[in-house]
């Protein structure tokens, strides 16, 4: 079985701090992928990231970073000098490959309030 | 770009019709999945598909069924829709995954506001 926990449920920050989005994830499976995804006011859930269990690497895209701790089973988001734009709901998930079929788990995911 | 249409984006039904979830994808995706999001539980699938006429259930199929006969088309069915399945309805297309890549991220449409009452 695997699970993805985003303990924090709500997030309220100013605009231009920095925050960051935990997910912490189980799975027995030695292959595996990570993703995070924003889900805008809009409704629409956007691609945003995807990590493979063997590539540690931190990756930096603009304002947006992400640190993958395979010791603690973490896939963190930061997002530096928020803005308002920044305003969503975000997803972390969990996929695992089974010959031929991924199962993909979500976790319940974090709103993010960015105020002016 | 991807993209992902869902037939509506609102709708009202009364408790006991049959109600149609409509789904179409312009990527080619092999893949297409049904969620449903409700506050506090996240996403949770409810079937997806793998090939044309292909489905396979997910996590909460109970209540529902689905169907695949063209490639770009997945269309959710409530056979006789009930208050408790009052939710917003999520559709998603990926690629297959693969031995050599692994696993494809998703692509969403918009979602379905669906009440029933």
């Known amino acids: 079985a695997q699970k993805v926990t985003q303990a924090q449920t709500e997030i309220s920050v100013v605009e231009k701090e920095d925050v960051t989005l935990d997910c912490v994830y189980e799975?027995?499976?030695?292959?595996?992928?990570l993703f995070w995804y924003k889900q805008p006011p809009s409704g629409e859930l956007v691609f945003l990231i995807r990590?493979?269990?063997?590539?540690?690497q931190n990756e930096i895209s603009g304002r947006y970073s992400w640190n993958f701790q395979k010791s603690t089973s973490s896939f963190n988001f930061t997002i530096t000098a928020s803005q308002v734009v920044d305003s969503a709901v975000y997803f972390c998930?969990?996929?695992?490959?089974?010959?031929?079929?991924?199962?993909?788990?979500f976790g319940i995911g974090t709103k993010l309030q960015v105020i002016p | 770009d991807v993209k992902v249409t869902q037939s509506s984006r609102y709708l009202v039904k009364r408790t006991g019709e049959k109600v149609f979830l409509e789904c179409v994808q312009d990527?080619?995706?092999?893949?297409m999945f049904w969620y449903r999001q409700d506050p506090g539980l996240g996403l949770r699938l409810i079937y997806f598909?793998?090939?044309?006429?292909?489905?396979e259930k997910g996590d909460i199929p109970e209540g529902y069924s689905v169907s695949r006969e063209k490639k770009e088309r997945f269309s959710l069915i409530l056979e006789s829709a009930s208050t408790n399945q009052t939710s917003m309805y999520l559709c998603?297309?990926?690629?297959?995954?693969?031995?050599?890549?692994?696993?494809?991220?998703?692509?969403f449409g918009p979602g379905t506001r669906l009440t029933v009452t």
């Open positions: 998603a297309s990926s690629f297959p995954p693969t031995r050599r890549r692994g696993s494809y991220e998703q692509y």
């Open positions: 799975t027995r499976d030695t292959t595996y992928y």
């Open positions: 990590r493979n269990s063997f590539d540690e």
């Open positions: 998930a969990l996929s695992a490959y089974s010959g031929g079929y991924q199962k993909v788990t």
């Open positions: 990527m080619d995706h092999e893949n």
């Open positions: 598909s793998y090939d044309v006429k292909m489905k």
